[in-house]
């Protein structure tokens, strides 16, 4: 199983910046975001299916592509902004990692509003 190797992957970065943190501690940020980069790739072709099965849902729903596109879009943000604060985090910089995440909640709102405006047509049509 895949994820036997990601988590062996992970532990051998612990222990290795555990090990640096002593020695080269400028190094740590390095290991950090070299393993995240690892996994990260180990995640794409699982990624790809993933939207590849939306993708296929949505020509059989008969439901207009840009929505599933929009869902696809605020997942990928909502990853790479926890994917980018963590690395702040693990450089001790908590208030990058703030703003980051600060901007990826405000860059999500802005994919979101086309979607919430359809849905309040649809209700303001059902409604009498």
Partial sequence: MEIFQ???IGIIAT??????????????VLVSIVTG????????????????T??????????DISYFNTLIKIIGIAYLVEFASQICRDADQDSI??????AGKVIIMVLAIPVLLTLLD???KILP
């Fill in 37 to 52: 980069v690892i996994i990260f790739s180990y995640l794409l072709p699982k990624l790809a299916y993933v939207i590849d």
């Fill in 122 to 124: 649809l209700i303001v």
């Fill in 54 to 63: 939306i993708r296929n849902l949505s020509s059989r729903v008969n439901v």
């Fill in 15 to 28: 222990i290795l910046i555990i090990i640096l943190k002593q020695t080269r501690p400028e190094f740590t």
């Fill in 97 to 102: 990692a703030m703003k980051i995440e600060l």
């Fill in 6 to 8: 990601i988590a062996g």
